[in-house]
């Protein structure tokens, strides 16, 4: 007999919808919910289908990337992330802005062989380069109509047992997961013919590091001063904490995370993979052996200078971005037209957003900034409606340690 389950996707969205009802008692409101989140374009991007999930989104100002003045969309759940973006970008851009280099973008990919002579293998590629160049290239023509196309292939021993043979590919103004992949089974299929040797898999890299921004920015350290800390004091700090991201893993982390606070946001906000973003991001910290902060800050003269090199593995066509509707309107918003522009927003924000972090974090300490949003969030999530807010937050405000008791007491008293 056939569990009710199976074949749920076949199901109908009013029966996948029921099935989960029933099982789990979901009530009216709760099925409203979902009803009224539901985006049906959006929902076709992935299977069993529910609803769409809608997280914030703000909007950075005031951010110069290579003297062009961007505001840049962002979607987070976490309190402060925009807030502190948009004072990272408003120090950085205060004199020429931020500059951004991107020095190559390649997608890499690759195919594993086993159990083949590094030397038969090296040579056989050598010699027919260009033919592997074209195999990869008529497997996906279009991409030469765009000027991309496959443009290296190179082959590295991972272990006596297991070879990589790494294409690189020009995509355009796509993240080109789609177009790698295709020209690597393509590659992979006429390897494992000509040489008669075992493919283990044909997939594209995360690894991004022909994908990389490079990132400097700077502030005059008297804009940096606190009410206790002058400008120049603030600004070493800052620069001792980069320090300390570049000895201890446990740092680096957190700065990374940090960096990556703004990434995200951002990422998200062009309708792009910020898996691939992250997991690039990560691998490349560590791309010596050894996990460090992505990003260095250090006093120069009378500036506070901020350097890293981040890949941007995104695209700014295809995937997502065409069947979400915002994708294109925060384009718009940010002004960027292409997939080059959007990588080095994307980066740019980064920096400020690690600038804003590491600033609070040796002045004020970070909860001091949160702790306003903290309180919002706080209120929101015990149920006060944001008419309710003003009153609840001045009461809040007053308080130490506020909780979720505290909030229900109070819209208790406010609702009398
Ligand atoms: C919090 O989301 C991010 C920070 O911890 C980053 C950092 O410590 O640099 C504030």
């Known amino acids: 007999m056939g569990n009710k389950w199976d074949h749920f996707y076949k ?36 299977e069993n289908n529910l609803t769409s999930y809608p997280l914030p989104e703000g909007v950075v100002t005031g951010l110069i990337v290579n003297g062009r003045h961007h505001l840049v969309p962002m979607v987070t759940e976490e309190p402060s992330v925009i807030a502190a973006a948009s004072n990272g970008a408003k120090l950085l851009s205060a004199g020429e802005g931020i500059h951004c280099a991107i020095p190559e973008k390649l997608v890499s990919g690759q195919v594993i062989v086993k159990h083949a002579e590094i030397k038969a293998v090296s040579k056989f590629v050598e010699t027919n380069r260009q033919q592997i160049l074209n195999i990869a290239n008529q497997s996906h023509p279009s991409i030469l109509k765009y000027g991309g196309g496959a443009q290296k292939v190179a082959v590295r021993e991972l272990s006596p047992t297991f070879l990589s043979l790494d294409l690189s590919v020009d995509t355009g103004e796509a993240m080109g997961a789609n177009i790698i992949n295709t020209m690597l089974e393509a590659i992979s299929n006429w ?31 008297a804009k940096l001063a606190s009410k206790s800390l002058d400008g120049r004091q603030v600004a070493q700090r800052i620069a001792d904490a980069s320090e300390v991201a570049q000895l201890d893993v446990k740092r680096a982390t957190t700065h990374n995370k940090g960096i990556m606070n703004g990434v995200d946001a951002a990422v998200i906000a062009f309708g792009n993979d910020w898996r691939a973003v992250e997991s690039a991001a990560h691998a490349f910290a560590a791309r010596q052996g050894v996990y460090k902060g992505l990003s260095t800050w250090q006093v120069v003269g009378d500036q506070l200078v901020g350097e890293m090199a981040l890949p941007v ?4 066509v295809g995937g997502a971005s065409k069947v979400l509707p915002l994708v294109a309107v925060n384009q718009q918003i940010a002004q960027i037209h292409h997939s080059q522009d959007e990588m080095q927003v994307i980066a ?48 809040l405000r007053q308080i130490a340690n506020p909780n979720s008791q505290t909030v229900k007491e109070i819209l208790k008293t406010i609702r009398r």
Request: charged letters at 15%; a negative charge; zero cysteines.
């Open 11 to 46: 199901k109908s969205y009013a029966q996948r919808l029921q099935l989960i009802a029933d099982l789990v008692g979901l009530s009216d409101a709760q099925l409203q919910l979902i009803h009224q989140n539901e985006d049906q374009v959006s929902g076709e991007l992935v």
């Open 191 to 221: 390897l494992s013919d000509q040489l008669q040797v075992e493919t283990t898999m044909a997939i594209l890299s995360n690894f991004a590091d022909e994908e990389v921004v490079e990132v400097t920015g700077q502030v005059a350290v």
């Open 313 to 316: 593995p995104i695209g700014f």
């Open 348 to 395: 740019a924000v980064g920096l400020a957003q690690n600038l804003a972090a590491l600033k609070a974090l040796v002045t004020d300490g970070i909860q001091k900034g949160h702790m306003a949003l903290q309180l919002k969030s706080l209120a929101l999530s015990n149920g006060a409606t944001t008419q309710e807010l003003p009153a609840v937050l001045a009461q």
